[in-house]
């Protein structure tokens, strides 16, 4: 048997699966929450919950994460020093130190200025003690990478931080977007690394030993050491391997895959069996990078997602998230007693809802906090409490306390009604605390002046009715349209008319997708078969969809691609060759397309090795193109791309596609026969 052990860290849940590869069986699943301030808990509780005896067969261990997302949406990471040459981005950058440095390089790849050698090593020698990690940027390194080159060597001779070059990472131009993918390359090492050590430790303890592959943002996978390389590539990690994981559950080919998860709704367009790649780059945290992933549409909607009742009184779901009553009441049931204690309903809230609760995670330097901030901190010490209890024992008007620095620092949680408890207080999910849900929603009930299940109904509209509304904005721009549907008075007018058709409007309209919708993830099943119905389209879950981004980390493939670009010389009929490892010029087309395809192939190789494959084909794709011209006979060259890519199949899937990804004059290898 090939099994792979496939791990998907979300934020509120941590899947395991193993899977026999041939066969396409899931033995075991397993699901354990999170735990952020140490993920190898959360990963040891999951892998023990598999109840799995055969850990010694396994053969691959497959991880996806929000990890390297997460932290650059929120600013962590180490302190970066960034080298830029030839160039100063006058835009935002987020490294601590910039030095611009002399040299760079024009589109033919000559240099535009030699570099000072002395300049740069006083430059590397000032930034020894201040940062941990260094990122290289050239001006149009993708053109001639030598530069970039010199300088990582004299980073390597006087400092022994990582150090991390644009030209590595990225082929397309856009040299504040390539800057910007290196330093964030470079503050997520330690954050990868840090995660990898920690599930080594874990299947260390398990008597697991194999190999540890990583998904990357476009669905496929690297191994452990460009992984520890190259982390910026693992940014939609999750998100990619729930569109992996939906794929091969289901053998849909074009579909809406939609998965909801405890803090996000991640939604991808399949088509042809695959998702649309973003070409720009992703944008993670405001920064656009020049890393290609998945066309991914992410929605603060989910399992998790804060329940409010807002200013107007109409309910708010999300886009926060907080932990939900009936979770933390299962571990603290006394909670439930202190959600008895209500607030009056006529008493207005200005910085919390009346269903709030708090609890303790992490200190902090006391420095950080106001004397108030120092006495809640000490009494949630001791166990979550309500806003309730905290205000009478503070003997503190509510509205005189204000929490949301405490959450922002991370020292604490919200605690409040969400999807989940709804779902609870309804009867149609029993995993938790049903009480606490029902006082939950007997209080926000309360002070909206409606029955529980009345409020019930409502609230599981306004989410049913959100994820509508997601779809549809997901497909709008799939067709590159940018128009943001909530933010569009004239759009939701119509909308609104077909999601919550009243008795006495005077016409109907409706929405059709012309595609199913495939659900996973763990709340699917009770929300979104009614969003199809609104949708007039087919759903399909499959089994297993609770843990589908797991499954999409255990069945993905490796893909590793170099690109070469070769262009007209300077001189007629020279030719010059752009690759990331060199410029070279060639006195014939012929000579320096031979050449290209002999080097790309290796270069191929020896991606798809360092990624972690053992038996791949390479797939070739050569295109020159000519402009037409009318003054003179011939067409005129503009230029030859040249592309290899290194595939190397899951088992399942090695027999059933020979020549998929095949294009232009392909020629399949096998990185065996040399």
Known sequence: MSLVLGIDTGGTYTDGVVVELRSKQILKKAKALTTREDLSIGIRNCITNLDFE????????????????????????????????????????????????????NLKGRPNAELDLEKTRQAICELKGKVDAIAISGYLSIRNPEHEVAVMGMVNEILDLPVVCAHQLTTSLGFHERTVTAVLNARLIPIITELIESVKKVLGEKGIEAPIMVVKGDGCMMGEALAREKPIETILSGPASSIIGGTFLTKTSDALVLDMGGTTTDIAILKNGVPKINQEGATVGGWLTRVQAAQIYTYGLGGDSYVQISKDGEIQVGPQRVWPLSVVAYQHPYLVDELKMKFDKTYDLMFAQATDCFMFLKQATFEELNDQEKEVVEILQHGPRSLYYLTQRMNLDPNLLNLQHLVNLGVLARISLTPTDLLHAKGTYHQWNREAAEIGVEVLASRMRVSSEEFIRLASEKIINDLCITCLQSLVGCDAQNIKIKNTPDVMYFIEKALSPKQDQGFDCSFKIN???????????????????????????????EVANAVGAATGKIMETIKVLIKPGEKDGTYLMHAPWECKMFESLETAVSYSLDKAKQQARLAASKAGAKEFELVVSHQDRYAQASMIEKD???????????????????????EKFFVDCAEPVLSNAG
Not at 516 to 542: C, H
Not at 640 to 655: D, F, G, K, M, Y
Request: proline fraction near 6%; charged fraction near 20%.
């Open 54 to 105: 055969d850990f010694k067969n396994i053969s691959a261990v497959s991880l996806s994460t929000t990890l390297a997302t997460n932290a650059i949406v929120e600013g962590r990471g180490c302190k970066v020093g960034l080298l830029m040459i030839g160039y100063n981005s006058t835009d935002s950058l987020p490294a601590e130190h910039n030095y611009v440095l002399q040299g760079g390089h």
């Open 636 to 658: 005129l060259y503009i230029e030859s791309l040249i592309e290899i890519t290194a595939v190397e199949r899951p088992e399942w899937e090695r027999e059933e596609i020979k």
């Open 515 to 545: 595609m199913p919708i495939v659900g996973i993830g763990a709340p699917v099943r009770a929300w979104l078969p009614a969003v199809a119905e609104k949708m007039n389209t087919s759903l399909i879950i499959p089994e297993h969809a």
